[in-house]
């Protein structure tokens, strides 16, 4: 299906006096029809690239790329080949072109002159595919990050490729809808045998795939199945990546000593290896500790009183995003909060720094009313990294864009050069990208120059939504480390916009739950994940490590049931009940 020979690609630089930037450094490789190919690698490893290179976006500067024996060079065959390819971008704003999202998911196969009751028929199946039949007279861009995507991956399917690559295109989903999109990208694989290339950060992602692929500084450095690819735990990380957290929790293990078959890819797999270990000792079942608010914080920060949000009110696309909320958020607290897409998530905390105002109800910041006249003094106090980090991002270079905040705020040029060495420090930024354009970096690059620029004006409470969307494993790590780091060190509250319910289980002292604008759960982690049920329901999910023990005391094992991390899980099998890591006060609502 897609053959690279000898491929070389390089980022011609804007400036004459910028060397250009090699993203492609030698590849030669061949992925074959019906093939499912999972490619992993860091931020700016050149996987996009590549992706690029296979329908023409991009062409190599040296080598060549065939798509089904067509060469991506030859201008002619551009047709024919995107007609062959279909991609789906991470960010889905580059792909949506109509005002509706039924007339979006048609503008391929129009494209393509296919009959008019096919168009039909393929629009149909491909937006129920994704979840998106309610949607269909919708306006695209009303629509929040997560429903975005599902219908830029519904225009690809209904244009019937042979072979589909997904850019990260899983990254703004939630967990539901992520299942179901992977769900059906296997079985488009398998049973249409169309040939998938998914790039992802999501480790999970790729255990289904026939092959996975790992790349570095523009080479494939691994290629092998996904058990010889992820037994290779410390390999992996040495270039920026992870393996599955159940992979990751059995290979800690086997460092502790314990006898278990490796490696391990699945939660079932899991279950199986941990019965036996614990078919053979005996141990008094650990409780979490839940000490209700030992520790907790207790000043208010922000406070939240019926608050309601109506978008475009008086017209056929009315909206109630936000439905009579209610809540406190403490002073130096992390507050994760989590949702189904489109469940009011990003509305809410744009309304903590003015960008939204209330249909009614009221939003209180640090003793601030939200209203015109504190405006300005809100916006230092509250500052917000938006889903999409070019969004925010304009000047001609990345010192600029990070100085704009904290130059307007009328401090001193020694200050500001100091703050900017601080967060490129903690964001683990090279001064040698401050003359670059923020539009020449990789998206994780511009992730942490936009989370820099809003760090630099030291707000007292930080917003980030999805700020591990798209950013490789370490990277996340990282932001993650940074950001508890800043939250001890400064008292820094920090609210966590996140569809990743392993890093919301790890690091957040609260997590607030939204269902349809409502807030559905305010508590602790571990009492959210308590609920499973609910929240499957939801279309949210809970931690594999979370769901791994819960499966083991429900056959009987002496295990908690209670279990959110990794550490805690190897303290549980050590016969150390887990609990220590989060103050466990709070409200269930």
């Known amino acids: 299906m897609i053959e690279f020979k000898d491929v070389y690609f390089e980022y011609r630089s804007q400036s004459a006096d910028q060397p250009a930037t090699r993203a492609i450094n030698g590849i030669d490789e061949i992925i074959r029809e019906g093939e499912f190919v999972a490619v992993l690698g860091r931020n700016g490893s050149g996987k996009s690239t590549m992706a690029r290179l296979m329908n023409a976006l991009l062409l190599p500067t040296r080598g060549t790329v065939w798509v089904e024996g067509m060469d991506t060079s030859k201008g002619e065959m551009v047709w ?21 999202v039924e007339e979006d998911l048609a503008f391929g196969p129009e494209n393509l002159g296919v009959d008019p009751a096919e168009i039909r028929k393929r629009i149909i199946d491909a937006a ?21 995507q599902r219908v830029a991956i519904a225009g690809i399917l209904a244009m019937e490729p042979k072979c589909i690559v997904l850019d990260e295109s899983t990254s703004m989903l939630d967990p ?81 000593g314990f006898a278990l078959e490796g490696p391990v890819l699945t939660v079932e797999e899991a279950e199986e290896s941990l019965k ?16 209700a608010g030992a520790g907790a914080p207790s000043e208010v920060i ?94 001609e270079t990345v010192y600029k864009d990070i100085i704009f905040g904290p130059t307007r705020m009328g401090l001193s040029v ?4 100091e703050r900017v060495k601080r967060v490129l420090k903690i964001l683990g930024l090279s001064e040698e990208l401050l003359e670059k354009s923020p539009f020449e970096l990789s998206g994780g690059q511009k992730r942490r120059v936009a989370i820099a ?30 950001l508890t780091r800043l939250n001890k060190a400064n008292g820094t509250t ?77 303290r549980e099998m050590a016969g150390t009940a887990p609990g220590q890591g989060h103050d466990e006060g709070g409200m269930f609502q």
């Not at 039949?133 to 929040?144: F, I, Q």
């Not at 130096?332 to 489109?342: A, K, N, S």
């Not at 249909?359 to 230092?380: A, H, N, P």
């Not at 020694?414 to 050069?417: G, M, N």
Request: charged share 25%; net charge neutral.
């Open 302 to 395: 922000v406070r939240i009183r019926d608050l309601t949000h109506v978008y475009m009110p008086g017209t056929t696309f009315e909206k109630k995003a936000l439905d009579n909320v209610s809540m406190d958020i403490m002073k130096g607290e992390i507050l994760g909060i989590i949702g189904h897409t489109g469940s009011g998530k990003s509305t809410l905390v744009q309304h903590l720094n003015g960008l939204l105002k209330p249909t009614s109800g009221s939003v209180e910041v640090d003793g601030l009313e939200c209203g015109k006249k504190t405006l300005k003094e809100l916006r230092q106090k509250v500052g917000l990294i938006f889903q999409y980090p070019e969004h925010q991002l304009f000047e």
């Open 494 to 570: 920090i609210l966590i916009i996140s569809h990743n319910m392993d890093q919301v289980a790890a690091y957040c002292d609260r997590v607030a739950v939204l269902n349809k604008g409502r807030l559905e759960m305010l508590d602790t982690p571990r009492r959210v994940f308590s609920h499973g049920e609910r929240l499957h329901e939801l279309g949210l999910g809970i931690p594999e490590i979370t769901r791994l023990f819960r499966n083991l005391a429900r056959a009987g094992y002496p295990v908690s049931d209670n279990v959110l991390t990794i550490p805690e899980a190897v």
């Open 176 to 256: 539901k809808g992520r299942k179901e999109v992977l769900n059906l990208v296997r079985t488009l694989n398998r049973d249409r045998k169309i040939t998938i290339i998914l790039i992802t950060h999501h480790m999970e992602e790729a255990v289904d795939a026939d092959r996975v692929m790992v790349m570095d500084n523009g080479r494939i450095v691994m290629d092998g199945t996904p058990r010889e690819i992820f037994a290779r735990v410390d390999e992996l990380k040495k270039v920026g990546l992870n393996v599955p957290s159940v992979t990751q929790l059995m290979h800690e293990l086997k460092s502790k």
């Open 128 to 148: 129920r595919y994704v979840g998106m039949e309610e949607h269909m007279r919708h306006s695209p861009h009303m629509l929040s990050g997560g429903q975005k």
């Open 80 to 100: 024919e080949i995107r007609k062959t390819l279909g991609m789906v971008f991470q960010n889905p704003d580059n792909q949506i072109v109509a005002t509706t």
């Open 453 to 482: 620029g809003v760090l630099a004006m030291e707000p007292k409470i930080l917003v980030l939504d999805e700020p591990t969307a798209g950013l490789d494993p370490q990277g996340s790590e990282e932001v993650f480390s940074f």
């Open 414 to 417: 020694e200050e500001i050069q």
């Open 276 to 291: 036996a270990v614990l078919d053979k000792r005996r141990k008094t079942r650990g409780a979490p500790d839940d000490t």
